[in-house]
């Protein structure tokens, strides 16, 4: 089955610095991709979907300025958390949808990557 | 607006049969997800339902009904590792995945 990566899978920064998030798609390439967030006990929240070569789209609470999304090629995705505060920590979870084929209604999870910001 | 909706919690016992019921509302329908997720990792697909029957795998099982916008996930012979949350999901007709808060299963000796 298609496969995603997610490095690092465990992060601790302190208050104010950056941290990037990478998503790879392992064998198969991903036109789309998506980053969740999800905080202790309480499921997936989308925070913003990335296509390949064009901006991402963020959904409404999450400020495009401070999760900086680059999706530059058809098999990375990264997520940048600037100036980090400890109400930043959480899970966070990407997937990747297949671009064609009997996987494309499919969205491939990452392994995730636990935040911690001091 | 869209919503999904399932059980918050269930308890079972090994070896027995648990039914994990989801019921949504949701702009489209391009299909049902439902996922198991252990503490701290991500979610891993059990099962996906477009058209309204059973689709069994192993000790699982998921049904779907469109016209009742419900589904469920059946799981027998449960064993001590099958205690997890597990997420129904709709993908809806922008073909984004509208998540429901999970189902946490206990299971019992």
């Known amino acids: 089955g298609a496969v995603v990566s997610q490095h690092p899978s465990r992060v601790i920064c302190k208050s104010g610095t950056s941290v990037k998030i990478e998503c790879r798609s392992l064998d198969f390439q991903a036109t789309t991709m998506f980053w969740y967030r999800q905080f202790p006990k309480q499921s997936l929240m989308l925070m913003a979907t990335?296509?390949?070569?064009?901006?991402?789209?963020?959904e409404q609470g999450v400020e495009k300025d401070k999760f900086l999304i680059n999706h530059a090629s058809l098999t990375l995705s990264t997520l940048t958390v600037t100036s980090a505060h400890p109400e930043d920590s959480s899970f966070y979870i990407c997937s990747a949808r297949a671009v064609l084929g009997a996987d494309y209604n499919e969205q491939f999870f990452g392994p995730g990557t636990r935040l911690t910001v001091l | 607006g869209q919503n999904i909706d399932q059980p918050t919690e269930m308890t079972a016992t090994e070896g027995a049969i648990v039914q994990i019921n989801c019921t949504y509302q949701?702009?489209?329908?391009?299909?049902l997800f439902w996922y198991q997720q252990h503490a701290g990792e991500a979610p891993t697909f059990l099962s996906y339902?477009?058209l309204d029957g059973l689709e069994e795998k192993g000790r699982f099982s998921s049904f779907l009904s469109r016209s009742k916008g419900y589904s469920y996930l059946l799981l027998k012979e449960l064993q001590m590792k099958d205690s997890a949350s597990y997420l129904c999901?709709?993908?809806?007709?922008?073909?984004?995945?509208?998540w429901g808060a999970g189902t946490k299963l206990i299971i019992k000796p």
């Open positions: 949701t702009s489209g329908f391009n299909g």
């Open positions: 339902n477009v």
């Open positions: 990335s296509n390949e070569g064009s901006k991402a789209t963020y």
């Open positions: 999901a709709v993908m809806d007709s922008n073909y984004q995945l509208i």
